[in-house]
């Protein structure tokens, strides 16, 4: 499975946008990216997923690049809730199928 | 989304003692279920694979004797902490998934060994 990179922290005011990038560039054709959140002390929350089109749910919306080397996960109105370190996952279909998680990017929404 | 629930949320235990960490999955079947490992102010760490019905693939590092973990079923997956020290001590994740979808994530469970 693909690495990814995050960086490890950021801001944003509550009822703006909150978009958090991530680089994975060594991505292979049948991989998927993958976005969690973990809310301190909690399981991880599922976000959203994509192979190559963009994606919107009711939570977020993902923007996967052309090349798919990188993607961007946006949060349209951040709230305090919001608060969470995001994690981006690339995971490929055969195989294990195995979530391996990164460092993540520790969001703070600020009142 | 899924629900997957574990049990107990929290636990102490004594040093030396065996604690068995439940994880369910309430509304689907989890034909893949995933135990992690996650210490303060760090990322998730994959301990285990495990498959409804087989035996558990293990991360390299992670000692399959240690911990024992059993997937008996399409609901349900069990974690054992044998002879749990404080070292063990530590936030205890699963997630379960169904087929090629997308998996969920369990609440955790903190262990404290004493």
């Known amino acids: 499975d693909a690495k990814t990179t995050q960086p490890p922290s950021m801001d944003c005011a509550e009822g703006r946008a909150a978009n958090l990038p991530c680089n994975h560039s060594t991505i292979s054709g049948n991989e998927y990216v993958y976005w969690y959140r973990q809310i301190h002390s909690q399981g991880p929350q599922y976000i959203i997923h994509?192979?190559?089109n963009n994606e919107t749910n009711e939570m977020a919306s993902l923007i996967i690049t052309e090349d798919r080397k990188s993607s961007t996960l946006i949060l349209p109105h951040a709230t305090l809730r919001d608060t969470a370190v995001y994690y981006c996952i690339v995971k490929g279909t055969s195989g294990t199928y195995k979530y391996i998680f990164g460092t993540g990017t520790r969001l703070k929404v600020l009142a | 989304g899924a629900v997957v629930s574990q049990h107990p949320s929290w636990v102490i235990c004594k040093s030396g003692t065996s604690v068995k960490i439940e994880c369910r999955s309430l509304d689907f079947q989890a034909t893949t279920m995933f135990w992690y490992r996650q210490f303060p102010k760090q990322s998730l760490m994959l301990m285990a694979t495990?498959?409804?019905?087989?035996?558990?693939?293990?991360e390299q590092g992670v000692e399959k004797d240690k911990f024992l973990i059993n997937h008996a079923s399409l609901t349900l997956s069990t974690l054992t902490v044998t002879s749990a020290h404080p070292e063990d001590s530590s936030f205890y994740i699963c997630?379960?998934?169904?087929?090629?979808?997308?998996?969920?994530f369990g609440q955790g469970t903190r262990l404290t060994v004493v």
């Open positions: 994509g192979l190559k």
């Open positions: 495990s498959n409804e019905g087989s035996k558990a693939t293990y």
């Open positions: 997630s379960a998934r169904q087929g090629l979808t997308e998996a969920f």
